[in-house]
């Protein structure tokens, strides 16, 4: 069974960067055509895809945040991590990162972590 | 603003039948596979559906998806108090800039 798991500081000051860890177990971040990938749900709202990315270094990020966010994967610790910079108080948050297939016109998350709250303030 | 677009809300008495819509375009779900995920109050979503109408292991057979068109459909069946939870849709886009997106999501109350 795959299990997701998020860390990272729960709180951030405005213009910094947020950085966030996911680590996998109970599967290989490099197997598959899997991508691993961040959303977020600001409290009391929807989800929102932040991006995506295969350990093969293939990456997708959604437009809204191409220019502050950056997934990287790393294989040796079967992890892979956000960083989100300059943020503000949009971004603040509940955090998560998931197991996304993605084939053709396929695209769903399977796998998903518990969530972490990330606080924006000074 | 949603890419796709969900009844905020809906409900029905136990027992009964509900069908939650998603509407989308032919940038999205007229060319693209959609997903559900059922949002428990305080927990991350789950996969309920995916590829349209596929169910994944331990998902009963109470839901099921559709699409026609630029449209899904997420039918429960024999409602139960513990189906109250945030319902949102998910598609990938191919419009100026790829990307996966959700419907606003639709709480569900059982009445």
């Known amino acids: 069974q795959v299990q997701l798991q998020e860390s990272g500081p729960g709180l951030v000051k405005p213009s910094e960067t947020l950085s966030l860890t996911c680590t996998v177990s109970?599967?290989?971040?490099?197997?598959?055509?899997?991508?691993w990938s961040w959303l977020r749900q600001p409290p009391g709202k929807g989800l929102e895809w932040i991006g995506f990315?295969?350990?093969?270094?293939?990456?997708d990020y959604n437009p809204s945040l191409k220019s502050r966010a950056t997934i990287s994967v790393d294989t040796s610790k079967n992890q892979f991590s956000l960083k989100l910079i300059s943020v503000t108080a949009a971004d603040a948050a509940l955090y998560y990162c998931a197991r996304f297939n993605f084939n053709g016109p396929n695209t769903h998350g399977d796998y998903w972590g518990q969530g972490t709250l990330v606080t924006v303030s000074s | 603003q949603s890419v796709l677009t969900q009844p905020p809300s809906v409900s029905a008495a136990p027992g009964q039948k509900v069908t939650i819509s998603c509407s989308g375009s032919s940038f999205n779900i007229g060319n693209n596979h959609v997903s559900w995920y059922q949002q428990l109050p305080g927990t991350a979503p789950k996969l309920l559906i995916y590829e349209n109408n596929k169910r994944p292991s331990g998902i009963p057979d109470r839901f099921s998806g559709s699409k026609s068109g630029t449209s899904a459909t997420l039918g429960i069946t024999g409602l139960q108090t513990g189906d109250e939870a945030d319902y949102y849709c998910?598609?990938?886009?191919?419009?100026?800039?790829?990307?996966?997106?959700f419907g606003g999501g639709t709480q569900l109350t059982v009445l």
């Open positions: 109970g599967g290989s971040i490099s197997s598959g055509s899997y991508y």
């Open positions: 990315m295969h350990y093969s270094g293939r990456s």
């Open positions: 998910g598609t990938w886009d191919n419009s100026l800039s790829t990307h996966v997106v």
